[in-house]
């Protein structure tokens, strides 16, 4: 006997909310029962364009019904956390958008309510369910790469300035997710930032995030929306070969077959009072361009929330993940002219 599909109900459908909207509903084991949302005209979409779904004006009703599983939540970064609390107080499983919330703090009272209820929490972390990154993260697991030595990763645009959030929290939330999914989630010993604000006090317009991580491992962020150009572009400097990872390219990944190895020194030949200067080989071998079999992320992540909700195992993007991306983010936070650490509103 199947069993019957997952009722769930999104809270939001503003800038991404459709298309969460859109890849739930199209699943075959999920109904999306309500989108809530305070503007009327994106209740008239919704409306018109799911017209299974109830467009509704506010939360209660959701939260109150027991036929729904799941609540998706797509609104604003500060509202994370209340919203999610309030959807685990009520019984029911959670996707969040990416943040999971702004401070650790609150990623662990989701995860100490989520606990005690059973219920799964999941965070929009979408890059882990994109089939180049995950291709990377096969190649680093491989030890194809060799040594890992850097990673630098610039996610730019120009325009869709936000007011409630600056750019870091806009944007390096995937690349953050990334690396901490291709560094098994190591923990950094130390996060540096360093941004600046131009059109708006306070908020962040480009921002640059040096972390380090234990094994020599460096990594750098660059995140702005003042930038001339779309660039999604990750590279990762291994000891053996080289990869970039260019979301906005046709051919998403491409391996390089270079590197720079130091030549070793016999100790009988040493002259210490005639030291030599080092010596290096330089590899230049072949460009590769695999081959990726792409689907949708949000599609492959709206499916796999659903299964987790179904068979209670734990997500790949579950709390631990989203707990990590906040660590880093939180103690990135810029500091204000009084010497406090800034809030994210």
């Avoid at 939001?12 to 298309?19: I, S």
């Amino acid at each position: 006997m199947e069993s019957r599909p997952i009722v769930a109900a999104q809270i939001g459908c503003g800038y991404w909310g459709p298309n969460l909207l859109r890849n739930f509903s199209a699943l075959p084991g999920c109904s999306v029962k309500y989108v809530v949302d305070s503007s009327p005209e994106r209740r008239g979409f919704v409306e018109r364009n799911f017209p299974r779904t109830s467009a509704i004006d506010t939360a209660d009703a959701v939260l109150n019904d027991p036929e729904v599983d799941a609540i998706i939540v797509a609104t604003p970064a500060g509202s994370h956390f209340t919203l999610a609390s309030n959807a685990l107080c009520a019984g029911k499983h959670v996707f969040v958008e990416k943040p999971l919330a702004t401070k650790v703090s609150e990623v662990d009272e989701l995860a100490r309510q989520a606990h005690a209820r059973r219920l799964v929490v999941m965070a929009g972390h979408t890059f882990v369910y994109n089939s180049a990154v995950r291709y990377v993260k096969e190649l680093l697991d491989s030890g194809e790469l060799g040594d890992i030595r850097y990673i630098y990763s610039q996610r730019l645009n120009l325009g869709r300035i936000r007011d409630d959030i600056d750019a870091l929290w806009n944007f390096a939330p995937h690349d953050v997710s990334i690396i901490q999914y291709w560094l098994n989630d190591a923990e950094p010993v130390a996060v540096r930032r360093q941004g600046m604000a131009y059109m708006q006090e306070g908020i962040d317009d480009v921002v640059f995030l040096n972390l380090e991580y234990p094994g020599k491992i460096i990594a750098n962020v660059h995140v702005s929306w003042l930038d001339p150009q779309k660039v999604r572009k990750m590279i990762v400097v291994g000891s053996r070969k080289m990869v970039v990872y260019d979301d906005v390219a046709d051919n998403k990944i491409a391996i390089y077959d270079k590197g720079i190895d130091r030549k070793a020194v016999l100790g009988e030949n040493m002259d210490f009072d005639n030291p030599q200067r080092a010596q290096f080989n330089y590899r230049s071998g072949d460009i590769v361009l695999p081959e990726i079999k792409f689907r949708e992320p949000l599609r492959v992540e709206a499916e796999h929330f659903i299964e987790c909700v179904r068979t209670g195992q734990t997500p790949l993007t579950g709390l631990q993940h989203a707990r990590n991306v906040v660590s880093v983010l939180e103690r990135a936070r810029p500091i204000n002219v009084n010497g406090e650490v800034a809030t994210v509103r």
